[in-house]
């Protein structure tokens, strides 16, 4: 298997920065891609040939949030039903309701709250 794909998605450069030092601590086999925003994310998955296997995703940002994101990024279709292919929250809500409703998205296979520690990264690795 090659290197692990990996697409941070959110709306703070320092969060993007810090979570790819600890992914790339962590997973030393790993490539990964920062976006700013959910539409940025868009973009980048269709000019993009090869689909992310690990999608992190931040809920609140400006203009198109993490929910709009899940929304759209299910209407794209792609990616989507890949198999291999892994889609976790990393948010700083602690809201019950917004874990409720992205946990129920069949796309969503974790919930983390920022910022990712070891153990997260441990958890999506176990996917593979």
Known sequence: MGPIKILLIDDDKVINFLHRLKLEEVIVDCVVDEVLGGQAALD???THEECPDVILLDL???????????EEYEKLGKCVDKSKK????????????????????????GYFEK??????????LACF
């Open 60 to 70: 609140n940002m400006p203009g198109m949030d993490g929910f709009e994101f899940l």
């Open 115 to 124: 910022p990712l520690i070891v153990n997260n990264i441990k958890e999506i």
């Open 86 to 109: 892994f889609l976790f929250i990393v948010t700083s809500s602690q809201r019950d309701e917004d874990k409720i409703k992205v946990t129920a998205n069949r796309l969503v296979k």
């Open 44 to 46: 980048y998955l269709t």
